[in-house]
């Protein structure tokens, strides 16, 4: 059964980054694609973003010039940084497992990680 | 600003169907998969259908999913209290080159 559990400050300074690691467990990082997601309280979920076998990165388009997702699969673990941050970014940040074999869906997730952006 | 239209809410009574509509285009629903998410209170989203219709192992087969066009639908059968939950709708979207969510329906259990 692979689980995935995120970790990182949950308070952020308007204009720093915001940096989350997701550590994963019951499997190999190395032979699926992973990612980030985010739910603003009250709010619907937006994807971030995802990494594939270290150097194959995908964004949305919206956070693009903010975004950096990367792998390190000696610790089994991959992680977000986001740029620049406003009150605007303060959400429940889920990282998860992203399968692209029977169209795209994903079938494990994180518990999520709030993160609360204020001065 | 989602690319993927939901009603905001759906209410039923114990024991009833209730089906919720996901509205897309065509560089989403009407070229990719469907996926849908069930996100309980304060919980994280799980899958509850993927590849339009498919049941993930352990999803209760009152779920079933359908897709025709650029929209698709989730149904739920036999409407229980324990459903009560947000719903997402989801896809990829060739377009804007991303994975996109639904805007979400909260299921009500009357």
């Known amino acids: 059964q692979v689980q995935l559990q995120e970790s990182g400050p949950g308070l952020v300074k308007p204009s720093e980054t915001l940096s989350l690691t997701c550590n994963v467990s019951?499997?190999?990082?190395?032979?699926?694609?992973w990612s980030w997601i985010r739910q603003p309280p009250g709010k619907g979920l937006e994807w971030i973003g995802y990494?594939?076998?270290?150097?194959?990165?995908k964004y949305n388009p919206s956070l693009k010039s903010r975004v950096t997702i990367s792998l390190d699969m000696s610790k089994n673990q991959f992680s977000l940084r986001l740029n620049s941050v406003t009150a605007a970014d303060t959400a429940v940040y889920y990282c998860?497992?992203?399968?692209?074999?029977?169209?795209?869906?994903?079938?494990?997730w994180g518990q999520g990680t709030l993160v609360t952006v204020s001065s | 600003q989602s690319v993927l239209t939901q009603p905001p809410s759906v209410s039923e009574a114990p024991r009833q169907r209730v089906t919720i509509s996901c509205s897309g285009s065509?560089?989403?629903?009407?070229?990719?998969?469907v996926n849908w998410y069930q996100q309980l209170p304060r919980k994280a989203p799980t899958l509850l259908i993927y590849?339009?219709?498919l049941l993930p192992s352990g999803v209760s087969d009152r779920f079933s999913g359908s897709k025709s066009g650029t929209s698709a639908s989730l149904a739920i059968s036999g409407l229980q209290s324990e459903d009560e939950a947000d719903y997402y709708c989801?896809?990829?979207?060739?377009?804007?080159?991303?994975?996109?969510f639904g805007t979400g329906t909260k299921v009500t259990v009357l």
């Open positions: 990494i594939y076998y270290s150097d194959n990165t």
């Open positions: 065509s560089s989403n629903i009407g070229n990719n998969a």
């Open positions: 998860a497992r992203l399968r692209r074999d029977y169209g795209d869906y994903i079938d494990y």
């Open positions: 019951g499997g190999s990082i190395d032979t699926y694609y």
């Open positions: 989801a896809a990829w979207d060739d377009s804007l080159n991303g994975y996109v």
């Open positions: 590849y339009d219709d």
